[in-house]
């Protein structure tokens, strides 16, 4: 039970991505339905070359720690900081882009919101801080509404493969301006979304006090495998009933994945999947508004025994309420993903460009470390094996970050990285930075 518990916990990021991450790739193909299947097939396979790797990350840092953890005792711990920043940026936008898909879904059920969708946004911002108020107690939530999407969804790709072809708020297929094989390689890493949580188990398992080493590396190591099992099927499943519906781009203010179900059940059934795909944008905004304030509270400054301070980030972000929830880092956090929404106009399939980039350099720092720990003990198969998932994963961010406007992620990060590294300079190089994960 704390196996299942722990799992659904930390997914709804990953699964919550179906919402938007199959719409962003159709649209990069101009609604060529003949090009998505094996456009999101080639997405899955990527996340599976991440989990693969990561399972290995996973069994050599089962105190938890991820990409952070390894890049430190890789490069030295200086070079953590490229995985912070990575990180510290992908929880805003995960929040920012999780609210605005909630809104959009609500719109796509009552069209007649559509004029209100940036404060529909806002507003379950609001919702999003009130359950991350009340800390890991909350995670019960994640659980249970990650497990109500995954029935929901299986309802309504059951009932797809009987329903008929019918008139939908979605155009007509379009074609891709480009030759097939060159259009599915610039369309999949805008869905690379779907990634996103994947380094979740590696650094959650760090919660799990109650089991020992080997109790962590096996929960960690399963919980990646059914993250790929459940987004895999749920991702291409979606995909398909998308082509043998005909449900292309949606028209005016609704969705992919709306318009699939819509197409799929009847009114009472669409209207439950609409509100289980609500509540689990909800829990992956939720996770991502615990994890960002937590990693800023691991690098805020503390007093230890002997008064003196460690840490590198102001104390005050490290100050928690009864619940343990850093409170002002939730607050900075907060003012962060209302800067990016009223940005974006809640608008998900804006915020979804410059998504999934960040933790990508994320993704790199993490398997090129584990490259270098094969290489120094000549491990030769280890060695082939993260050194493909390395080059893989810098395929991806090149491909993405040839669109242009995802250089700003990467600037952000950057900018954060050197901004904690020059603070980490002045407070005398504390060590345990790259632990802050954990």
């Known amino acids: 039970?704390?196996?299942?518990?722990?799992?659904?916990?930390?997914?709804?990021?990953?699964?919550?991505?179906?919402?938007?991450?199959?719409?962003?790739?159709?649209?990069?193909?101009?609604?060529?339905?003949?090009?998505?299947?094996p456009t999101m097939g080639l997405v899955?396979?990527?996340?599976?070359?991440?989990?693969?790797?990561?399972?290995?990350?996973?069994?050599?840092?089962?105190?938890?720690?991820?990409?952070?953890a390894a890049t430190g005792r890789a490069f030295g711990e200086s070079w953590a900081f490229l995985p912070i920043g990575a990180l510290i940026v992908d929880f805003a936008l995960t929040i920012a882009i999780s609210v605005s898909s909630g809104a959009s879904n609500i719109v796509a059920y009552l069209p007649d919101l559509a004029p209100f969708q940036v404060v529909l946004a806002l507003g379950l911002l609001i919702v999003v801080g009130a359950i991350s108020w009340f800390g890991h107690s909350?995670?019960?939530?994640?659980?249970?509404?990650?497990?109500?999407?995954?029935?929901?969804?299986?309802?309504?790709l059951i009932g797809g493969v009987t329903a008929e072809p019918a008139a939908s708020t979605a155009e007509a297929s379009g074609e891709s301006s480009h030759p097939a094989f060159l259009a599915i390689?610039?369309?999949?890493?805008?869905?690379?979304?779907?990634?996103?949580?994947?380094?979740?188990?590696?650094?959650?398992?760090?919660?799990?006090?109650?089991?020992?080493?080997?109790?962590?590396k096996r929960f960690g190591r399963l919980a990646l495998f059914a993250t790929l099992v459940i987004v895999g099927t749920l991702t291409l499943g979606f995909t398909a009933l998308a082509v043998r519906l005909g449900v292309g781009l949606p028209v005016g203010e609704?969705?992919?994945?709306?318009?699939?179900?819509?197409?799929?059940?009847n009114g009472s059934l669409f209207a439950l999947f609409q509100a289980a795909i609500i509540l689990l944008l909800i829990a992956a905004g939720a996770s991502g508004l615990q994890a960002g304030p937590g990693l800023l509270k691991a690098l805020a400054r503390e007093q230890t025994g002997d008064d003196e301070?460690?840490?590198?980030?102001?104390?005050?972000?490290?100050?928690?309420?009864?619940y343990y929830t850093p409170f002002w880092g939730l607050l900075l956090y907060g003012i962060?993903?209302?800067?990016?929404?009223?940005?974006?106009?809640?608008?998900?399939?804006?915020?979804?460009?410059?998504?999934?980039?960040?933790?990508?350099?994320?993704?790199?720092?993490?398997?090129?470390?584990?490259?270098?720990?094969?290489?120094?003990?000549?491990?030769?198969?280890?060695?082939?094996?993260n050194a493909g998932g390395a080059l893989v994963v810098g395929f991806v961010l090149v491909m993405n970050l040839a669109r242009v406007t995802p250089l700003a992620s990467v600037a952000a990060t950057l900018l954060i990285a050197a901004g904690l590294y020059g603070l980490w300079v002045r407070n005398g190089r504390p060590r345990g930075i790259a632990g802050a994960e954990e």
Not at 45 to 66: C, D, H, K, M, T
């Open 1 to 37: 039970m704390l196996l299942f518990a722990f799992a659904l916990a930390i997914m709804a990021d990953p699964i919550s991505s179906v919402a938007y991450a199959i719409e962003a790739a159709l649209g990069e193909l101009n609604g060529d339905l003949r090009l998505i299947l």
């Open 44 to 68: 899955v396979l990527v996340i599976a070359v991440i989990v693969v790797n990561y399972r290995q990350l996973v069994s050599r840092f089962p105190e938890g720690g991820g990409a952070p």
């Open 138 to 156: 909350a995670r019960v939530l994640f659980s249970l509404m990650a497990m109500v999407f995954i029935i929901m969804s299986a309802v309504i």
């Open 185 to 216: 390689l610039l369309a999949f890493p805008v869905a690379m979304a779907l990634a996103t949580g994947v380094e979740a188990p590696s650094t959650a398992i760090a919660q799990l006090g109650q089991l020992g080493d080997e109790g962590r």
């Open 254 to 265: 609704s969705t992919l994945t709306a318009e699939v179900a819509r197409a799929s059940v």
């Open 309 to 322: 301070a460690r840490g590198i980030l102001p104390g005050w972000l490290g100050r928690t309420n009864r």
């Open 336 to 385: 962060m993903t209302l800067a990016l929404i009223l940005a974006a106009q809640a608008d998900e399939q804006t915020l979804v460009l410059f998504y999934a980039v960040s933790v990508f350099l994320s993704f790199l720092a993490g398997l090129v470390s584990m490259a270098m720990f094969s290489y120094r003990e000549g491990e030769r198969r280890s060695l082939v094996l």
